[in-house]
C-alpha cells in the first residue's frame, strides 16, 4: 500500500491524515512542535459549537491511536523534496527531544530544573522550566527538555530524579528518508507580527494580540482563565479590541483574513462573562460573520456594554493608567479618543510558510501553498479559514491525495 505525507499536526493535518487512514491508507504526519494540534490547542472556545478544544482533539488523538496506519514525527522538518506524483523522495530531519518513550509525565523533572524559559504555548506571557509538557493535553503526553536553556552537562538534575531512565542528554538529530505517493500540506499558522504596527504601541504590556487574549482566556494559561490587564493583574473595566491590525492593508498583509471579526466578537463574551460591568469597544472596517455566525453577532451586538465603532485606529498611547485609543467614527464623522485598560490587537493570519518554506512546495507571493499534481494544501496554507472549514477543506485535500495513490 501506497503511502501519503502528511506535513503539519494542526487540527487540518490531523483531519486529512485520520480520514485517509480509516479509508486504509498509511500516513505519516510530520509536525515541528513536540506535540499534535497546532494553534487550535491554543484556543479557548472555537466556533460553531464555542466549546473548549480538548473536546475535538482528544477524539482524534484516540482515533490515531488505535489506527496502526498512522505514524507520527513530532519535532520533525521536511529537508527535501524529490520526484513526482506518486513517486516523492522526502528527507525527513527528527530533531532530539532528549526524552525518550519511557516517559510518564511524572514531573519529577520539572520540580528539580533550575532553569526557566518563556513559554511560547502562552506567547511568553509565563515561564516554563527548561524541561517541560507542552500543555496538559499534549499528545504525545512527553516531557521535551529546550537546548537553549537547558545546561545538561553543568545540571543533570532531572537526571538524578528519574527513576525511568527516560532522559537521555546525548540525543542526536536523525535524518531519515521516505518515498509516498502523495503530499497534503498543512502547515498552519501564525499571528501577523504586532511589532510591524507602530502606531499601535504593540511593545506595551496591556496591547496584546488576539491569540494572547485566547491564552488568557483559556483554563489552563498563564493566569488559568482569569482575564488580567497584563502590566500589573488588575481586573478589566474597559477594553478596547481593534480590527484588521496588519490585515486589508497594502503596507502588511492585503487580504482579509477571515476570522478576526469572529474572534473579536467571541473574545467579547469572554469578558463580558467574567466581568458583567466591563464596557467592550470594538474598532472596525467592516464586520464580517458570514452564513450561520450573523446570529452569533447579533446577539452580541444586542449587549449594550459592546460598543461597535466603525472606524480604523489611527494611534495607541499611553496614559496615566491606561491607554488611549484615537480613531474616526466614520459613521459620525467625529474623531473618538477612548481610554481603555487593556487594547487586543486583531492580527491577522499569516501563514507559517511565509515564515519557513519546505523545500520542494511551490508557494505564492503571501506564503500560501500553489498545489500542484500530487501535493495538495489544506487549510490555512491554502487560505484563510476558521476550524469547522479547515475539517472540510482537508478532507477533501485528502481525497485528493488518494485519488494520486489510487491512479499509481
Request: net charge negative; hydrophobic share 40%.
Amino acid at each position: 500500500m501506497s503511502t501519503i505525507l502528511v506535513i503539519g499536526g494542526g487540527i487540518a493535518g490531523l483531519t486529512a491524515a485520520i480520514e485517509a487512514a480509516e479509508t486504509g491508507y498509511d500516513v505519516i504526519i510530520v509536525e515541528k512542535n513536540p506535540y499534535l494540534g497546532g494553534r487550535v490547542a491554543q484556543l479557548r472556545k472555537y466556533f460553531p459549537k464555542l466549546c473548549p478544544p480538548y473536546c475535538g482533539l482528544e477524539i482524534f488523538f484516540k482515533r490515531i491511536k488505535s489506527n496502526p496506519r498512522v505514524k507520527i514525527l513530532t519535532m520533525a522538518e521536511v529537508e527535501s523534496i524529490e520526484g513526482s506524483a506518486g513517486n516523492f523522495d522526502v528527507t525527513i530531519k527528527i530533531n532530539p527531544r532528549y526524552v525518550n518513550d519511557n516517559c510518564t509525565a511524572c514531573n519529577e523533572c520539572v520540580e528539580v530544573c533550575p532553569v526557566e524559559r518563556p513559554n511560547d504555548f502562552n506567547f511568553g506571557m509565563d515561564n516554563t522550566k527548561a524541561i517541560y509538557l507542552p500543555h496538559e493535553m499534549a499528545f504525545p503526553l512527553k516531557y521535551v527538555i529546550d537546548p537553549e536553556y537547558c545546561k545538561k552537562d553543568e545540571c543533570k538534575a532531572c537526571l538524578s530524579v528519574c527513576k525511568y531512565k527516560a532522559i537521555d542528554l546525548n540525543m542526536e538529530p536523525q535524518t531519515m528518508k521516505v518515498n509516498v505517493s502523495s503530499i497534503v500540506v498543512a502547515t498552519g499558522w501564525k499571528p501577523y507580527d504586532a511589532s510591524n504596527l507602530d502606531n499601535l504601541l504593540p511593545e506595551h504590556p496591556d496591547v496584546i494580540t488576539n491569540m494572547m487574549m485566547e491564552r488568557l482566556a483559556a483554563y489552563n494559561g498563564p493566569t488559568k482563565g482569569k482575564i488580567v490587564r497584563p502590566s500589573d493583574g488588575k481586573e478589566i473595566e474597559s477594553v478596547a479590541f481593534v480590527q484588521c491590525a496588519g490585515s486589508r492593508d497594502e503596507n502588511h498583509l492585503p487580504y482579509c483574513s477571515a476570522i478576526c471579526c469572529l474572534a473579536t466578537l467571541k473574545q467579547a463574551t469572554y469578558i463580558r462573562e467574567q466581568y458583567p460591568d466591563a464596557k467592550v469597544y470594538i474598532f472596525y472596517i467592516d464586520i464580517r460573520a458570514l452564513g450561520r455566525y450573523e446570529d452569533f453577532f447579533a446577539k452580541v451586538q444586542k449587549d449594550e456594554n459592546v460598543v461597535l465603532i466603525k472606524g480604523k485606529v489611527a494611534k495607541i498611547e499611553e496614559d496615566e493608567d491606561g491607554l488611549i485609543v484615537t480613531a474616526e467614527d466614520t459613521a459620525t464623522g467625529v474623531k473618538t479618543r477612548q481610554k481603555v485598560d487593556m487594547v487586543v490587537l486583531a492580527t491577522g493570519m499569516q501563514p507559517s510558510s511565509s515564515e519557513y518554506k519546505v523545500p520542494g512546495i511551490e508557494y505564492d507571493e503571501y506564503g500560501f501553498v500553489v498545489p500542484k499534481e500530487g501535493i495538495v494544501a489544506a487549510g490555512v496554507a491554502r487560505k484563510p479559514a476558521d476550524v469547522a472549514s479547515c475539517n472540510e477543506d482537508a478532507t477533501g485535500a485528502a481525497l485528493k491525495a488518494i485519488q494520486v495513490v489510487r491512479g499509481r
